[in-house]
């Protein structure tokens, strides 16, 4: 029982769950702006698109904070949120952090769209393509040192990726010729 609930299991589900929803953004965001998409069905992907980065921030931050509680490593603050500062698997862990601190900037940047310009909210947006491969090289590279079949989720849910990002490239250029 007490291994189902150890804070490395807790931390790993919540960061799982944080993956899981940072790929729902992914391709809910990729999916809205597909062109010749009806706006009700833009309207909900905007919804769930919005909401995905947000859960799966607050997933990210509770992820990374149990593992304060953790006796095995012992954690300070300072591992967990500063970049190049953990000892305990140096690159892995700043790859989480940095994606962390994108994820959040996205956020953000979108909250303040109207203050910042569309141009700038634009360029800081594509931006997301780093942070969600800072999270899959961040999660591949503890779930390759645990030797876990979790392997096979990430690459699904990449190969997902780019098979939307070609469909969603190949669909404008068919429509851009048809004008
Ligand atoms: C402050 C930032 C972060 C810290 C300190 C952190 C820390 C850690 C640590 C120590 C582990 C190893 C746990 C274990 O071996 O059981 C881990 C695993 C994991 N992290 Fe993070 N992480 C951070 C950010 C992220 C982000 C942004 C994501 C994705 C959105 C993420 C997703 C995952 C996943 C999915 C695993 C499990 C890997 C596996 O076993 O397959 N983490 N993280």
Known sequence: MSEILS??????????????????????????????LLP????????????????????????AWVLIYDSYVGFTLQDLFIPFYSKYETWAMT????????????ILSTDLMKKIGKKWWRSIHSLSFLGFALSLGH????????????????????????????????????LANQK
């Open 7 to 36: 804070v490395w299991t807790t931390s790993r589900a919540l960061g799982l769950s944080a993956y899981l929803l940072f790929f729902l953004s992914m391709a809910t965001g990729m999916m809205q702006s597909m062109k010749g």
């Open 40 to 63: 009700k069905y833009r309207a909900a992907l905007h919804v769930t698109h919005q909401s995905a980065s947000w859960f799966a921030w607050i997933f990210t931050l509770a992820h």
């Open 95 to 106: 790859a989480g952090i940095l994606g962390f601190y994108l994820m959040l900037i996205l």
């Open 139 to 174: 999660g591949l590279l503890f779930s390759a040192k645990a030797g876990t079949p979790v392997n096979n989720l990430y690459v699904l849910t990449f190969s997902i990726l780019i098979v939307m990002g070609l469909y969603r490239y190949f669909h404008a250029k068919r």
